[in-house]
């Protein structure tokens, strides 16, 4: 691991934590190659990244493993995708340029790296936001994993917006809502979607977020018993065919969005 000259020793364990549970959440099979790519990711990102730090405080370097992790362990990418994941920032915030990346790792996470750092370029904050999801939208034709390394950038971002000022919060939930809530939604990713909605009406609308929130955990209990009874008479009919199946029930338990006005709804 390069040396960290900003960081503290127990900073250091948190990093590389973070980086043995990431390695655990990834479901691919890896071979050698793999294994080495993502650690050379891995201590570039660190070097890359470290002087720099997070408005929350935290080393800069937990937001790109905590993207890796979410692109491995929620929407199933593989050892590729975890390794540009992890290199997602250096080419838009230090000094590490795209011909190193394609030195070190080859043409094909180059050209995922440079598509994600001309996405973060191309977005203009002044652009309507219908011609900034085309943006979004134009590299899908690249490569997909583009956009699917972007929508856990995104997802990472939104839950750790805590310590941005108030007026930035609204404005990626915005974002967020418009945009990556429905894409993630017509790429299939219907827990991100649901997670995207809860933490945008956490941020936009708070009282009823609240409100919504208290009156679920009152009714969990409820919905969970309901569950464990519509399941029962489903097990007994599979144990007297002899079929061997598991059966498992969740209550819903994510939170209703906003009913949105026609001139608010996504491009969706």
């Given amino acids: 691991m390069a040396e960290l000259l900003t960081i503290h020793d127990e900073e250091k364990k948190l990093i590389q934590d ?8 990834i479901k691919s099979d890896m071979d050698e190659d793999d294994s080495k790519m993502i650690r050379k990711a891995y201590e570039m990102a660190v ?12 080393p800069y370097i937990l937001h ?6 979410i692109c491995s362990e929620e929407i199933g990418l593989g050892p590729t995708a975890v390794a540009c ?11 590490i340029t795209l011909d190193e990346i394609e030195l070190e790792f080859g043409q094909r ?18 652009s309507p936001q219908a011609e900034n999801f085309k943006k979004v939208l134009s590299t899908l034709v690249e490569d997909v994993r583009v956009v699917l390394i972007k929508m856990a950038d995104r997802l990472h971002n939104m839950r750790t917006l805590g310590s941005m000022p108030r ?43 609240r409100l919504v929130a208290d009156k679920l955990k009152v009714t969990k209990k409820d919905r969970e018993q309901y569950i464990q009874e519509f399941i029962a008479p489903l097990n007994q009919k599979l ?15 994510h939170l209703l969005h906003l009913e949105q ?8």
């Fill in 18 to 25: 973070a980086y043995r549970q990431l390695l655990r959440s």
């Fill in 47 to 58: 070097q890359a990244h470290a002087e720099q730090r997070r408005k929350s405080g935290e």
């Fill in 64 to 69: 790109p493993i905590a993207v890796a992790r």
């Fill in 85 to 95: 994941a992890l290199l997602h920032d250096v080419v838009e915030d230090t000094d």
């Fill in 109 to 126: 996470v180059r050209k995922i790296v440079d598509g994600l750092t001309k996405l973060d370029n191309a977005y203009n904050a002044e």
């Fill in 167 to 209: 007026h930035k919060q609204l404005k990626i939930a915005a974002e967020t809502s418009y945009m990556y809530a429905p894409l993630a939604h017509r790429l299939g990713l219907y827990n991100i979607k649901t997670e995207f909605q809860d933490l945008c009406m956490k941020i936009i609308d708070p009282d009823n977020y």
């Fill in 239 to 253: 144990e007297e065919a002899k079929i061997k199946a598991q059966i498992y029930g969740r209550p819903k338990v």
């Fill in 261 to 268: 006005t026609e001139h608010q709804k996504g491009p969706f």
